[in-house]
DNA sequence: CCGCAAATGGGCCGGTCGTCCTATGTTCAC
DNA sequence: GTGAACATAGGACGACCGGCCCATTTGCGG
């Protein structure tokens, strides 16, 4: 993955996605005023994927939450596709879980959306540029004083389970999609009663929408 | 559609509330770029509200989702103490009973984030220019097809007992706080899940949350 | 190496929930 | 004034949920 020449490479080549077209227009110029070439525009995680296929940017900016695919998972599998093309994680939500679960997947940096559009092109730039890789740390310190050092106060299984719950799943559907018996499910949803100090689903879910680590959808 | 005399006003003064600072800052170069004055951003409710007050903004650009204190609720406050001031409502989610609610509030105009910066622009212009209130057909239009007009789809009770739900109680105690049989709180759920096309409580409470009949506390 | 947290699973039981009937009184519009 | 919608309420039943035991495996940190 070195590619040390080709410093005369003209413009950088970005695709942007995000589901919302506002954000879109607003990152286009931006960029596109910073001496940065817009190739695409995706609106979800899945077109984002095929763009970046079809496109090869050389960096992607990507939203998390976006219909049909979320962006973590397009990060994944862009990263795991196509490894050269670096991915710049933007997020609505300062959930400082979602910064790991960016670079697990094989991000290069992580924004959320109350930085700057300066700090954005600066990031982009920057990924571009050099080995610049954003570390946990610096993304966390990005995000401003979040909360100190939690995230999710649930496993990443029990926040999987949650989200399901959320999306309309019954314990039996939870259990048969993510091919566990109802009894596991169960015993999560325990777990994550007592940790989200809920007793039922209903206020679980609430609860996790409140915090920040459920998504309506 | 005749905009004839005071063309005279220097600059149409703007005030810009979101908590994302990214759309902000995207919203305040559009507007700037189109001739318009931004005066001032706020990040919550609270302060779109103190700053209406205190710079007197000609419209106020409002987003719904925003900590403190929604733009719903913003929006009603500077209309009801600055009734001169116009209000254009954004929102993120295409709910219908959120334009019902923002008109009510005293909104201007309601658009939601999957349009152009252009179009923002350009509502803003037309609602600072002229007469041009967008009644709830037009705003209904854009956001697509939607249902007539109504807020909520449920009867008061049912809006009640929903967000007792939502609040924690369980179906007894709904019953217990409303002094009402817990088979009358049952009954009101039954139709509750059916015109919300929820099949149990959970999901009934997040339909809630979605059309913004239900608050989270 | 040992412990601990996470993920998996089983059984049991009482209580709640969701659905199916039916029924009565009130209110409001046509 | 007659029906439609709303709010009230009961019974019965099966399914699901939540709480309480428990066990095994895996992986990570001290």
Known sequence: MT???LVHAPTTRVLVADDH???????RRALEDNGLTVVGEAADGEEA???AESLRPDIVVMDVTMPVMGGIEATAIVHEHLPNIRIVVLTMHDEHSLVVQAVDAGASAFLNKDCSLQQVVETVIQV???EVLLSPEIAANMLGAMTPANGSPLTKREDEILQA???GSSTTEVARDLFISAKTVKNHLASIYEKL???DRTQAVLSGVRIGIVQIR
């Open 21 to 27: 077209q506002l954000l879109r227009q607003a990152l």
């Open 165 to 167: 719950i959320a999306d």
């Open 197 to 199: 100090d809920a007793r």
């Open 3 to 5: 590619e040390p020449a």
């Open 49 to 51: 994927v095929r763009l």
């Open 128 to 130: 571009a540029d050099g």
